[in-house]
């Protein structure tokens, strides 16, 4: 008997990826989307031979085409007969300096990050509204706490953005909704390629989406994970002065 249903986007690689295979390992039915359609047709048959119990769906999805985010949302909905939770997590982390010729990459990851991520909360929204349920995951950063510099700004400034709107609907209160948060900080992914050594505290793929996991299944309003060291340093970064901020990014 499935545990209940979980959409996830950006689902074919990297964090997505990984949260699909341990959602399916504790009995999840799971809609999945991102671009790469070739890799969610991989990573379900992975799924199913690994979980024959489970249902698994795919849909290619770009989250800054909002018509295709309804589409999308409301086939897995009429596939479903409804779903229980849906995790934003498509994103991009490509950037560079602003004023230095990388507006395209800045714009495509402000687009993807943030306004995709307000699409995706609208139309699952609708769905949870009129199904008096639902559990709204936000995937955000924890560079979403302060400002970054040069490669990092936008990504910082859009994830701050993801922060701002789960705030916000949180504090609405929709009957039946919860609202989560998640803040990773450096967990390896296709977004970490190159930055082994420049990273600190990076943690491998699969420990750093259980401690993911378990904040999404405990429904928790905000997360910071791994738990060590982010939790501490949350509460740290938030009182450097910009000076003291400038040396750690």
Request: proline fraction near 4%; charge should be positive.
């Given at each position: 008997m ?7 986007t ?15 390992e504790r009995g ?7 671009r ?22 795919t849909?290619a ?8 985010v ?5 086939k ?10 849906v ?10 300096a602003?004023?230095?010729g ?29 199904q ?16 970054m ?23 609405e ?20 390629d ?23 299944q ?10 060590w ?12 002065p ?8």
């Amino acid at each position: 008997m499935s545990t209940g249903t979980i959409v996830i986007t950006g689902a074919s690689s990297g964090l997505g990826a990984e949260m699909a295979r341990q959602f399916a390992e504790r009995g999840y039915d799971l809609g999945l989307c991102a671009r790469r359609a070739d890799r969610l047709d991989t990573l379900r048959d992975e799924l199913l031979a690994a979980h024959p119990g489970i249902v698994v769906r795919t849909a290619a999805l770009d989250v800054t085409d909002d018509a295709a985010v309804q589409t999308v949302f409301e086939k897995f909905r009429a596939e479903f007969g409804g779903f229980d939770r849906v995790v934003v997590n498509a994103g991009l982390g490509h950037g560079a300096a602003l004023g230095t010729g990388g507006h395209a990459a800045n714009r495509r990851t402000a687009l993807t990050n943030f306004v995709g991520a307000l699409s995706q909360s609208e139309h699952a929204l609708a769905v949870f509204r009129a199904q008096g349920r639902g559990h709204l995951v936000l995937i955000s950063s924890f560079s979403a706490l302060r400002g970054m510099r040069r490669s990092m700004t936008t990504y910082a400034a859009s994830k701050a953005g993801v922060a701002a709107l789960a705030e916000g609907l949180r504090s609405e209160r929709i009957p039946g909704v919860d609202i989560s948060l998640i803040c990773p900080g450096y967990i390896r992914s296709e977004m970490t390629d190159g930055k082994e050594g420049r990273t600190t505290f990076l943690v491998d793929t699969e420990p750093g989406v259980a401690a993911m996991v378990r904040a999404i299944q405990a429904r928790k309003p905000v997360a910071y994970v791994p738990a060590w060291p982010w939790v501490p340093l949350s509460v740290v970064v938030k009182l450097l002065p910009v000076s003291l901020l400038r040396r750690l990014t």
